[in-house]
């Protein structure tokens, strides 16, 4: 690879990273629609994250009408909440089927309750997780991109 070449390949690689977080954050929107992800205030809100992070990748893409420093760092705002969210939800998962797991079985306790808890299928416990991924994926995307030469 030349060094001509660098930025170019560079800023490919990010239409790419960008392009699969839009890919994961529209099958996961799909995920919770189709799962009636929907019932209170707090099953909406990782719809409203995804719809929100998907507007700032989009942006990003874009690169107008904000400067590109604002639109990075509200980017990264934007990933950030996926990885908060995404945390959030699997202590409410985990926590939900720890719950029930006890209800039906009080004598569950140690490893035998923490294995039937993650292996419930609903709500599955460890799904959240992939709003964290997604949020790493998209700060990935944009990382040291404000190091770059301004001829982008």
Known sequence: MTLSSAPATLAALRRLLVG???????????DLLLLA???DAWQL?????????ALAAIGVAAGRPVPP??????FQATMLLLIVSGAAGMVLHYRANMEFKLEMDPSLSGFALFSSVVRAKAPPALAPA??????LLGL???F?????????
């Not at 699969?20 to 799909?30: E, Y």
């Not at 992939?130 to 949020?135: K, N, Q, S, V």
Request: hydrophobic share 50%; charged share 15%; no cysteine.
């Open 37 to 39: 992800h929907y019932g």
């Open 144 to 152: 040291r991109r404000r190091d770059d030469s301004p001829s982008r």
């Open 45 to 53: 809100i990782p719809l409203v994250i995804v719809g929100i992070a």
């Open 140 to 142: 990935t995307s944009v």
């Open 69 to 74: 420093v604002v639109a990075i760092r509200l």
């Open 20 to 30: 699969l977080l839009l890919v994961g954050l529209a099958g996961t929107a799909t």
């Open 130 to 135: 992939t709003l964290a991924l997604l949020g």
